[in-house]
């Protein structure tokens, strides 16, 4: 399903106006990380995301509204003295065909910020035999005296993040082209930080809800994408 593209997202809160008030910054990432469990426990678990989003987005302030969506604040950020509590809200839609779909609404209630974000993400869950287990994982279920599962789920994902920020006067005495360098390298610092952090926590919550052993750190991946790269979400 073709998603608005953020210049749309932004008409809807502010005339954006090509006067060089705001500048673009854009990141993309995928990764994955390993469940050992079938598929359909897996994807029970996501499904009801009211039991663990809040808490597995800690420490970031989480809000629930709606049925699906949450207002996340992602911390203070900032540079060259202009800084930002950034926001978002996101809506998890119902899997279709075993692939989830998180993109960014606009704030309930909210007047504009200073930034509009356009944050589109994609999941897919993979069940996958585990015929020939590696010597890590024998001994991670020996150690836990649990027997190894005949099956276990990949899920895979693709984020792709789109920012557009409305800069102070002051800010715009600094050169264009080393905003833009700073501002990349901060969207990507900020999703570097976050996404990891939240995979690990809803993988550690899963395994932890079902008394089986977490997976090792190798069984979670997680890279960045170029602009020209095809992926979930080309």
């Known amino acids: 399903m073709q998603r608005p593209p953020i210049n749309s997202l932004a008409l809807e809160s502010v005339e954006v106006k090509e006067d060089n008030q705001f500048l673009g910054f854009h990141t993309r ?76 609404v606009p704030i309930p209630d909210q007047p504009f910020l200073g930034y509009l974000v356009d944050y589109q993400a994609i999941m897919k869950l993979e069940e996958m035999p585990l015929s020939s287990p590696s010597q890590e994982i024998e001994a991670i279920f020996r150690q836990h005296e649990r027997d190894i599962p005949a099956v276990i789920t990949q899920v895979t994902w693709e984020l792709r993040m789109d920012v557009m920020v409305k800069f102070p006067k002051f800010i715009h005495k600094i050169p ?28 550690e919550d899963f395994h932890s809800s079902f008394n089986l052993p977490l997976p090792p750190a190798s069984s979670r991946l997680f890279y960045r994408l170029d602009s020209c790269e095809g992926g979930l979400l080309a």
């Not at 969207?187 to 993988?203: A, E, G």
Request: charged share 20%.
């Open 29 to 104: 990432f995928a990764g994955c990380m390993d469940m050992y469990s079938n598929q359909e426990t897996v994807a029970d678990y996501l499904r009801a995301h009211e039991g663990w989003f809040c808490r597995c987005a800690e420490p970031m302030k989480t809000l629930p509204f709606g049925d699906n969506g949450y207002i996340i604040t992602i911390g203070k950020y900032g540079a060259f003295g202009y800084e930002l509590e950034p926001k978002i809200a996101v809506v998890l839609e119902l899997p279709v065909n075993g692939v989830y779909h998180t993109r960014s």
């Open 176 to 203: 264009r082209s080393m905003l833009q360098k700073t501002g990349d390298k901060l969207l990507t610092q900020i999703v570097r930080q976050v996404s990891p952090r939240l995979t690990y926590k809803v993988q």
